[in-house]
């Protein structure tokens, strides 16, 4: 009976919230990117808009005889008594007594429902039922010498509809405090299709983070965009891909501890893996990284005046692909790689041209093309060593931000191969099968290419977006360097229609 109650509660309180939003002033500016960053909203025009919208005081948890009118002396349930409530999931009893408390907790809820309209020219590589294309797929030739990957496609899909939580709390050692959840229906895989799409239209967990923020110094606790992908410099592209694999592009649960000095800004983040993984000898996995016993490790730092962001960063990243040989002996692998990007924003109102070149070694769990082989054997123990597989990118995004918002997205990818030579496959003495030692995104992909003009019209809270993305692959054999050789290009071209209605 008391979890009946506890529902009813619930419900009535949410309703509550709804019909009676508080529009005291927030405690953090979200308006200001050293409180909280908001560029990751994918469109500078809605900014302004999004920080209009009323925020509601969720310490008034209960209502009046009326039933209308809030008032937090007389609640619907009492939570402290245990035959009413079970609050015993709390843990702690000391989180319980202060829960109990007024504490000046702010919330916004927002979001917006998405639906996407697209046409494919070929088959490509692709997720969420299409919907994210990231590079056409090689010729795949039958008995009469026609390519099986001509062949174009069409769907339609509300992966994207998105909701988020967002909570302005109390200064806590001289800090202001605020708390993100973000969702949507992707899945609960970036990266796996299963068989009839059972991983999509499930909600998927986006960014959940934790934040402290002094007047100089930002502290971060949980999941949000890896450092590479930078919030204030990143393409607008109507697809959700966001440039990859041309861009780099991941979520991670991560440390990020973020430093101004005058026009300056210093970031140093600690970054594990859970839904953008490694590729390696048994798959995706963050395997690869947890036995490493070290973290993702990012620095960055850049400068911003007036109408210019820009800076450089650079990550380095250790993965352990075995503990255990074929034949049985425990082994103490790594491969150590070394990520390095330059960026920046220029912004003349309504013009914004964004910019970024990258170069990567291993960076798949970016979405980005590359990886890592096996160099060498050693036959008694089959202890391995291996190299990584390098690419170089660069990528120019230019906007106009205006009620109809014209944009233009170019970019280019090229691989750079390998600094040792490569063992490309070797025979598995326990399946008798030919083992594959690389492990890379985009295998015989030398160079990518990608153009894609947009346009959005904002009628808000009704946007409407339309793109066209050309994106041109070279394939061909990868020789003992990891190069590809004798290459041949291939080409998609997608059309693609969205609509989003905004809360």
Known sequence: MHRTNLLFYTLLNCLHLVVYPQTEQQLINISSPRDVDYHFFNDPYLIEQYAEQPLH?????????????????????????????????????????????????????????????????????????????????????????????????????????????????????????????????????????????????????????????????????????????????????????????????????????????????????????????SLGPIGLSSTYLRNARLPILVARAAYEKKHFYGGIGATFQRLKPRIESNKGFAVNESIDSVQATAFSTIKFEPLEIRHQVTYAQNANDLLMIGGFAVSSIESTTDKRRYTNLNTLSYWMDININRRFEPGLFIGILKNLGSHRNIIQCIPNLQTGQEEQTIYTFGEGIDTLFKVSPRIRVHILPIDFAAEVAYTRATYGCINDRGKVKNTCPVANTRLIFAAYYYF
């Not at 829960?99 to 969420?128: C, M, N």
């Not at 294309?133 to 069409?154: I, T």
């Not at 967002?166 to 001289?174: A, C, H, Q, S």
């Not at 502290?219 to 990143?234: D, S």
């Open 57 to 277: 005081d969720l310490t008034k948890v209960g209502m009046s005889s009326d039933g209308l009118a809030p008032d937090a002396a007389t609640p619907i349930v009492d939570i402290t008594e245990s035959d009413e409530v079970d609050f015993s999931f709390f843990n702690d009893p000391y989180a319980f007594e202060k829960f109990r408390t007024d504490l000046p907790i702010k919330a916004k809820f927002s979001g917006y429902v998405h639906h996407a309209s697209w046409f494919d020219s070929r088959q490509g590589e692709q997720r969420g039922a299409g919907y994210v294309y990231f590079f056409p797929k090689a010729p795949l030739f039958d008995p009469d010498c026609r390519d099986v990957n001509a062949q174009g496609a069409a769907n339609m899909t509300v992966l994207e509809t998105r909701m988020r939580a967002e909570f302005f709390g109390p200064e806590i050692l001289d800090a202001k405090t605020f708390a993100y959840i973000e969702s949507d229906f992707f899945g609960f895989d970036d990266l796996i299709d299963l068989p009839g799409n059972s991983v999509v239209t499930r909600m998927r967990l986006r960014n959940a983070f934790v934040q402290m923020t002094w007047p100089h110094t930002k502290l971060l606790f949980g999941q949000f965009y890896h450092p590479m992908f930078v919030i204030k410099t990143f393409p607008f592209n109507v697809s959700l891909e966001a440039g990859a694999p041309i861009s780099p592009f991941a979520r991670n649960p991560q440390v990020r501890l973020v430093h101004y000095h005058e026009h300056y800004e210093f970031l140093f983040a600690a970054v594990a893996q859970l839904q953008f993984q």
